[in-house]
């Protein structure tokens, strides 16, 4: 057994892939993180400077490749979008599409979204938060694991502002079972809309990598839209 260090284990809702980063992913990292890229800190961050303007700002959790936050970048440029991903290839990635798109309202942290919300975002600061198709951990022993816990729901909603939204989606059935009861215990958000569908229209969002994925196993999609009251 080993010894133990007297500091509480911490639970991550992620483990590192070990994935290769390609050659464009490398190159765009070092190209175009000093434009786009946030490195942790323990101070809130100041949007107006950030983003040069005062607009409303989204914040994605696990953007994982990237391409459904900036195509929401490229469509909404009226809004401003943070995204915060853990695994650095598809921060890459991620680069790569904004730059070939050549717009200007995202900036990423490639660190842990837990750690990101505490000390990075200031309270009320946000007009949405998207968390799309977050890992499932479906083993009941990973649960746990889960970022959607209610600690997590109490924390997005300090974050947002006042009637701020926050949108929910997975393929997992599981895993919607266990968003539904995290909702249902808190006071802090009214339920705008939850569906239950095979992927079709109406969306208030763009189709994920993951939630592709999941169509092709024949997974259904929830997704729930929460207003902070
Ligand atoms: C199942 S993938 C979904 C990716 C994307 N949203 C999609 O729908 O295609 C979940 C993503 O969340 C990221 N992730 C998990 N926990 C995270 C955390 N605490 N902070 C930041 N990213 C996290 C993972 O690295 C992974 O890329």
């Known amino acids: ?3 133990s260090t007297g500091k509480p284990r911490t639970i991550r809702s992620f ?3 070990t994935g290769r980063m390609t050659s464009g992913q490398a190159g765009a990292l070092e190209r175009l993180w000093p434009e786009f890229g946030i490195d942790i800190a323990a101070e809130p961050l100041d949007f107006t400077g ?6 409303p700002v989204v914040l994605e959790i696990g953007f994982g490749n990237g391409d459904t936050l900036v195509e929401q970048a490229r469509q909404n440029q009226e809004l401003d979008f943070l995204g915060v991903e853990v695994h650095v290839p ?3 990635h991620c680069l790569m599409q904004a730059e070939k798109e050549g717009i200007s309202n995202l900036r990423l942290i490639a660190h842990d979204a837990i750690d990101v919300l505490q000390t990075q975002i200031a309270d009320g600061s946000l007009a949405r938060v998207n968390l799309y198709f977050p890992d499932p951990w ?3 022993r990973h649960h746990k694991r889960r970022i959607m816990q209610p600690e997590f729901l109490r924390r997005i909603a300090h974050k947002l502002r006042q009637n701020g939204d926050f949108f929910i989606a997975t393929d997992w059935a599981g895993y919607a079972e266990h968003i539904d009861e995290i909702i249902a215990l808190d006071a802090c958000f009214e339920p705008i809309e939850r569906r239950k569908h095979a ?3 109406p969306l208030d969002r763009v189709t994920t990598k993951f939630e592709r994925r999941g169509l092709g196993k024949g997974h259904a999609i929830w997704d729930w839209h929460l207003r902070r009251v």
Not at 50 to 55: C, D, I, K, V, Y
Request: charged residues 30%.
């Open 90 to 92: 598809g921060v890459g």
């Open 50 to 55: 950030l983003f040069g303007r005062s607009a």
């Open 1 to 3: 057994m080993p010894a």
């Open 199 to 201: 992927g079709e229209a």
């Open 138 to 140: 479906p083993k009941k």
């Open 15 to 17: 483990v590192r892939r």
